[in-house]
């Protein structure tokens, strides 16, 4: 069995991507907690899997866009020990043409990654920062850097964690904690696969072809390591050529 290195946070955890993320810091050798709101069960199961394949994780269960409830659970968990490794993956859309959109439409994907970003790193950094040594991954979104119909929310959420990647990098570069963001294109899910046939992955993609969410995984778990120190402030695409 695996021994817990550092201690590992990835919000969303149980979406595809977040799933990915989470077995690849367990594979690390970090204990990592398996975030989730409404897909407890899911995330359970998740746990379970990176358990009995020699791993360590848990869940951690709360609405990341409930702040007083956020830094109660997050404050109590860094109470001894810091997390050391921070994965703000979780996000939503919602999606209609901007004239359309309503403000229930605007706040709620707002909500979950621009403030969902602030509940859940803010009560965690200074027992990262006391530690001297830290790792924050930002998940974002092609859709940030190129802009898409019908999502002015969707990237405007992520646009902003961009910013806020490479401000809060400046912040605490000194203390051996990095902040990077990492922007991903199409990657394979039940809804890219519903959405984009062969033909318009063909037309939108340079590559060919989707990307895998292990893929991705694998660049978060390289910004997650040692071997990251010297990359931080930075928005790394993942798109097969997109952009």
Not at 116 to 134: A, C, K
Not at 164 to 191: D, F, K, M, Q, Y
């Amino acid at each position: 069995m695996n021994s817990p290195g550092r201690r590992a946070l990835v919000s969303g955890g149980s979406g595809e991507l977040g799933a990915a993320i989470c077995r690849m810091l367990a594979r690390a050798g970090h204990h990592v907690y398996v975030h989730a709101n409404r897909r407890a069960e899911v995330a359970r199961q998740l746990a379970q899997s990176i358990t009995a394949q020699g791993g360590s994780a848990e869940v951690l269960q709360f609405d990341i866009t409930d702040a007083a409830t956020s830094r109660a659970v997050l404050e109590a968990l860094v109470a001894d020990q810091p997390i050391q490794i921070l994965v703000n993956n979780a996000g939503i859309t919602d999606d209609a043409v901007f004239a359309g959109m309503s403000a229930v439409q605007w706040h709620r994907v707002i909500d979950v990654s621009v403030h969902g970003f602030y509940n859940v790193t803010q009560p965690l950094l200074l027992p990262m920062i006391h530690s001297r040594w830290g790792r924050i991954v930002n998940v974002t979104s092609v859709a940030a850097l190129t802009g898409n119909r019908g999502q002015v929310n969707y990237a405007a959420a992520k646009g902003a964690l961009h910013a806020a990647t490479r401000a809060l990098a400046l912040e605490v570069a000194s203390r051996g904690v990095t902040v990077n963001a990492v922007a991903p294109g199409i990657i394979r899910s039940p809804l890219a696969d519903a959405a984009f046939d062969a033909a318009r992955i063909a037309q939108l993609v340079p590559a060919g072809r989707v990307g895998e969410a292990d893929e991705v995984a694998a660049l978060v778990g390289f910004l997650a390591s040692d071997r990251a120190a010297y990359i931080t402030g930075q928005t790394v695409s993942i798109n097969g050529g997109m952009i």
